[in-house]
């Protein structure tokens, strides 16, 4: 999958690089998410944000427009996403739970996402896309 992280700090880089294992063509950006920084999301299908990336209606329109349509942050909390107009995007939303709330857990849980994401598996714990993909349903099913 084609990714940029932004807001990544120096720790991160690392963790995220050897958690990827090359899997992933990976952008790492130190900048935030805004619009003067959106263009480097152009092309690719997923972005990784932190919880000090603000994701209201009109950045995630902005976002859809240029193709985004899947977004994990490496956070546990969602407040700072718009999730119900993500929702009539129909774009797919994770976070990193864990119980262990580490650096390198966060790394491995945004890493496994896209693992699943690109293997057509849903996310299960960290999956919080309001509307049912064929995914969702897949693994209610079972």
């Not at 991160?12 to 935030?32: F, M, P, Q, R, Y």
Request: aromatic letters at 6%; hydrophobic letters at 40%.
């Amino acid at each position: 999958m084609r990714v940029v992280a932004y807001n990544i700090k120096e720790f991160e880089k690392e963790l995220l690089a050897k958690a990827n294992a090359k899997v992933h063509d990976l952008t790492l950006i130190s900048n935030g998410l805004s619009f003067s920084t959106i263009h480097y999301a152009k092309g690719k299908e997923v972005i990784i944000i932190s919880d000090e990336d603000q994701l209201d209606r009109p950045l995630l329109e902005a976002l859809w427009q240029i193709g985004v349509r899947k977004i994990i942050t490496r956070s546990m909390t969602l407040n700072h996403i718009d999730i119900h107009y993500a929702s009539t995007l129909k774009m797919h939303i994770a976070n990193t739970p864990s119980k262990d709330p580490s650096p390198e857990s966060i790394a491995m849980q945004t890493i496994v996402n896209l693992h699943n994401w690109g293997n057509n598996k849903c996310l299960g714990n960290a999956c919080h896309c309001s509307f049912d993909c064929e995914n969702k349903k897949h693994l209610l099913n079972k």
